[in-house]
């Protein structure tokens, strides 16, 4: 009798074991699927919030080019810039300089290309492509960034059509310094030390908190970019929007949001150390 209590209680003891086992496996294999579900709905949540901020950074880009455009445009119906009296419009637009804190100077361009600054320059500027585009089209064109020779400033150039009669007879253009710009993007933090750049449609770094990359980083070009970051940099330049994840230089997994910026040809950007928002 007691060795077949002995059995008995042995094998009670075997199943509890077993059931406990099993149980506890299963509580383990619940708790981890729970686990990775709820990481991949966060992951989720959060690239689609930085994919938003991304959209909403951009078309804050999008509407200070908008307005730099809208005040040139204004600017050539000037009855002083449409008479063709070249000092009046002269004498006008240097007044628009000193208003006007965005601009380093405004310039007045004949239909043959040669145009009249208001620092006193004369440049003749009828083989470049924007000139050619604003004369054939009526429309106002925004040149891509370049720094400018006469003070080392990062600037563009916004450039109208001038009309008379419904004839396009030359254009005014104006530089305009892209400082209030950058500074504006440079604020632009996410968690502790994400930030946004942003590139223009061949790759290069046009905007970024760090000065050194701005008119000089190539993200397609530059060797020292990973091929991550340059497949995402072929996305960016074709204007999509989205996120995605790489590592780093320091071999970190990070998080890049691009969208781009409306009726240009550039792409914002804000990256931002995985570890830093999945905590």
Known sequence: MNLLRIIKNSIKAKVMTFVVVC?????????????????????????????????????????????????VAILATNQAVV????????????EEVKRNPFYSRFWLVDANGQSIHTNGAKTNI??????????????????????????????????AP????????????????????????????VAKTGYAYVIQENGLTVIHPDK?????????????????????AQLMVKGENSTKEYENAKGKSQYVAYAPVPRTKWSMAITVPEEEILV
């Open 23 to 71: 149980l506890l496996t299963t509580l383990t294999v619940l708790g981890l699927a729970n686990f990775y579900n709820a990481k991949k709905i966060l992951v989720s949540d959060v690239q689609d919030d930085l994919k938003h901020q991304a959209a909403g950074y951009a078309r804050e880009i999008g509407l200070w080019k908008d307005t730099r455009e809208a005040e």
């Open 162 to 189: 001038i009309i008379r009669n419904n004839q396009i007879i030359g254009a005014l253009g104006g530089t305009v310094t892209i400082d209030t710009l950058a500074e504006q993007v440079g604020q632009i933090k």
């Open 126 to 159: 009828a083989d470049r492509a924007y000139f050619k585009q604003v004369m054939s089209t009526g429309k106002v064109v925004t040149t891509d960034p370049i720094i400018s020779k006469a003070d080392g400033k990062l600037v563009i150039s916004v450039v």
């Open 83 to 94: 008479n063709g009296d070249k000092q009046a419009a002269l004498n006008y637009l240097s």
């Open 212 to 232: 050194e990359q701005v008119m000089k980083t190539n993200i397609l070009e530059d060797k020292n970019v990973s091929k991550d970051l340059k497949d995402i």
